[in-house]
C-alpha cells in the first residue's frame, strides 16, 4: 500500500469516519483532488470493509467541458467496476435565480443532490475530498468576512444529514457527508496520483481570480508562506482542530443554560430570553447563549447584530431591527424576539452582490453591479464615484433601507438616520419604503441620490477601486 491511503486510513480511524458496511458514493468532480480520494478508497475498501459507489455532479458551467469530465468520471467508475450515479442541474441559472454566487450556487445544489442520495438510495455515506489546503483557504476566508470562533472551526471531517427512512433502524449508521483527505495537501496527492501513473482532469475556472477562494490559493497563501511562514497552511489547519473542539464544549455548555434562560411561545412564533440570567453570565457566555436562543428561531446573528442586542440589556426598554423583518425588544425582564409578520416581506429585500458582479431586484426593477477598477482605468472617473477596494472587508449586500440604519455622505459634518435623509427628498410612499442600500458587514457604504462616505472613497495610491452601479432594468443608467 502507499503511503498516501495509509495517512489516509489512520485520518478516518481517528475520526471514525468510515467502518465496516458502510455504502460509500464517492464523491468525484475529476480534479486531482477527488481522483486521489477514489483511488486511496479503493485500495482501503478491503480493509475497511466498504462498499463504493462513484457519484459526479453536473454543473454545466463549461460546456462540452462539463460533459467531458463527467465522461471521464463514468469511464473511471467503470474501468474499476463501481456503479456510477450523475447528478446535473444548471448551477448558472440556479444562480441568477435565487440571487447567489456563482460558488454559492454550485454548492448549494450539489449538496442537496447528496442529501437526496443520503435520503433516498443505498448509500449512507458521502465522501468528498476537501484538503488540508481547503481547510487554510476556508479558515482565511471565513476570518476576513468577520465569522468569529465558529468560523475559525472551518470545514469539519464529518455532516451528519438527517435521514427520516433510517430513524428505526438502530443497527445501521447514521448517514453524513465525510471528509478523509482533511489532513493531506494536494501535492501530496498529485504525488500520489504520479506514483500509481494516475490522470486527472484540471478545471481551468479554478486560476480564475474573479473569484474569492482563488485569490486566497494563488495570491494571498503563497505570499503567507513567502513572507511569514513556510508552514501557514498547518498552522492554518491545526486552528480550525482547535476551534472545533472548543465549539463542541460551548455547545454543550450553553445547552443546559438555553434550556432555563429561553422560552419559546405556543406556536414558536415569539422567544424570550431573561435579562436576569444573561446578566448573571460572562460577557462571552452572553453572546453565546443570545446566539443560541436565535438559531433556535432559524435566525444567525452577525458580531454587529449580537452588540446592538446586548446593548439593549442597560437600557429600560428599546428594540433592535435586524434582517428580514425581525426585531428584538427589551422588556419586562426579557429581550423578545419576533418573527417577521406575515405578508410583512412584500417591502422587505435583501441581496447578495458579489465583487465583482452582478444582482437583479425585481422589488425595485434594477440591476446592480459591482466593477473592480484597477489604478489604470480611472482616468475619466471622479475620485468621490469609486470606493476604497482595502476598506471593504466584508461581502457586499443591497436591501431596502431599515429603520435605524444611518448614513454619512461625504461633505456632511455627521452621520444622519437615513429617515432623515430621504425626507429631505420629500420621498414617501411605497418608493420610500424600497430605496436601496448597499452594506458592507454593518456600514451603510451606498445610499441611492447621495454622495458615497468620505471614509470609504478611493485613496490616491490605491492599487484597486470599486464602482457601484444601479442600472434599471430597462438598461438606462440610474444613480
Known sequence: MHSLPQAVLAYIREHD???????????????????????????????????????????????????????????????????????????????????????????????????????GS???????????????ETVILRLARG???????????????ENPELSDVREQRHSAIVRPLLSTTRKELEAYLGQIHQVWRDDQSNRDLRHARNRVRHTILPSLERELNPGVRSVLAETADIARAEEDYWTDAVRPLLADAWKLSSGGAVGTLSLIALSKLPLALQRRLLRASAESLGLHLEFHQVVEILALTSKPSGTAVLAKGWCVSSHRGGLHFARPRPGGHGTEYEYQLPMPGTVEIPQIRSRFQAVLMPRASWEGYNREHLLDRASLRHELLVRNWRPGDRYWPAHRKEPKKIKELLQERHLAGSEKKLWPVILSGADVIWLRGFPLPAQFQSRDRAAEAVLLQEIPLNGQNEQ
Not at 444548471?90 to 448549494?108: C, I, K
Not at 470562533?149 to 451528519?160: H, K, S
Open 17 to 119: 469516519l468510515l467502518g465496516p458496511g458502510d455504502r460509500v458514493g464517492v464523491a468525484v468532480s475529476g480534479g486531482a483532488d477527488s481522483v486521489a480520494l477514489f483511488r486511496s478508497l479503493l485500495d482501503l475498501r478491503g480493509k475497511l470493509g466498504l462498499v463504493l459507489w462513484v457519484v459526479h455532479f453536473n454543473h454545466q458551467l463549461r460546456g462540452a467541458e462539463s460533459d467531458e469530465d463527467e465522461t471521464f468520471v463514468a469511464t473511471l467508475a467503470q474501468r474499476h467496476g463501481i456503479e456510477f450515479l450523475c447528478g446535473s442541474s444548471n448551477a448558472a441559472d440556479h444562480a441568477v435565480a435565487n440571487h447567489l454566487s456563482l460558488e454559492t450556487a454550485a454548492r448549494e445544489l450539489r449538496y442537496k443532490w447528496f442529501r437526496h442520495l443520503l435520503q
Open 147 to 161: 465569522a468569529g470562533t465558529r468560523g475559525f472551526a472551518g470545514i469539519y471531517p464529518e455532516l451528519v444529514v
Open 122 to 136: 443505498a448509500l449512507n455515506r458521502i465522501s468528498t475530498a476537501h484538503t488540508l489546503d481547503d481547510q487554510a
